[in-house]
Nanobody
Framework: QVQLEESGGGLVQAGGSLRLSCTVS????????KTWYRQAPGQQRDLVAS???????NYADPVKGRFTISTDNAKNAVYLQMNSLKPEDTGVYYC?????????WGQGTQVIVSS
């Protein structure tokens, strides 16, 4: 079983920053990609940032230039640095990694950006 645990969410004012962390119970060295999703209230879960192993990160248009995805393979961790936060960034953020032929998800971390 693979477990993911997100942390780092919270309440922040518009223009502020947060750094989300996702720790994975197994090595992420050989996973094909690491991805952050966001689910706003009443909305579907949308991709925010994805980092293919050995590739270039890609970002949803609304977060380009403000968010940065990164990893620390030694710590089995995936991060999302979020700067210049906007109220529309509010939502639950989920980490996703594929392993053993299926996708694994964390429980999510809540981000609330006040105006």
């Amino acid at each position: 079983q693979v477990q993911l645990e997100e942390s780092g969410g919270g309440l922040v004012q518009a223009g502020g920053s947060l750094r989300l962390s996702c720790t994975v119970s197994r090595s992420i060295l050989t996973t094909s990609r690491k991805t952050w999703y966001r689910q706003a209230p009443g909305q579907q879960r949308d991709l925010v940032a994805s980092l293919p192993t050995g590739g270039t990160a890609n970002y949803a248009d609304p977060v380009k230039g403000r968010f940065t995805i990164s990893t620390d393979n030694a710590k089995n961790a995936v991060y999302l640095q979020m700067n210049s936060l906007k109220p529309e960034d509010t939502g639950v953020y989920y980490c996703n990694v594929p392993m053993f032929g299926r996708d694994f998800w964390g429980q999510g971390t809540q981000v609330i950006v006040s105006s």
